[in-house]
């Protein structure tokens, strides 16, 4: 049974910071991919950011490329998410996944595990 917690959400100021992580068990962390997505209020769930097994290939939405960093640690079966120079328009519950594959995807469809997510509110 595979497990993702996330943590490290809260209330942050615009243009402030936070680090997001999620905690993986259940199987072998490094052999498969991660990913970030988040869902505002009466919205759906997009996709945020993505890396792969080993952690040298990313991916980010274009609304978060420069501000947020993916990365992972496959000592601490670990998956952060970096975010600066936060918006109020980064208000969302964040959810942390996984896939069947190394290799990185940007569509929820293709990731079969996930967290139970993590709030973050940007005040403005």
């Known amino acids: 049974q595979v497990q993702l917690v996330e943590s490290g959400g809260g209330l942050v100021q615009a243009g402030g910071s936070l680090r997001l992580s999620c905690a993986a068990s259940g199987r072998t962390f490094s052999s498969y991919a991660m990913g970030w997505f988040r869902q505002a209020p009466g919205k759906e769930r997009e996709f945020v950011a993505a890396?792969?097994?080993?952690?040298?290939?990313?991916t980010y939405a274009d609304s978060v490329k420069g501000r947020f960093t993916i990365s992972r640690d496959n000592a601490k079966n670990t998956v952060y998410l970096q975010m600066n120079s936060v918006k109020p328009e980064d208000t969302a519950v964040y959810y942390c996944?996984?896939?069947?594959?190394?290799?990185?995807?940007?569509?929820?469809?293709?990731?079969?595990?996930w967290g139970q997510g993590t709030q973050v509110t940007v005040s403005s």
């Open positions: 996944a996984t896939r069947q594959s190394g290799w990185w995807q940007s569509v929820e469809y293709e990731y079969d595990y």
């Open positions: 890396i792969s097994w080993r952690g040298d290939l990313t």
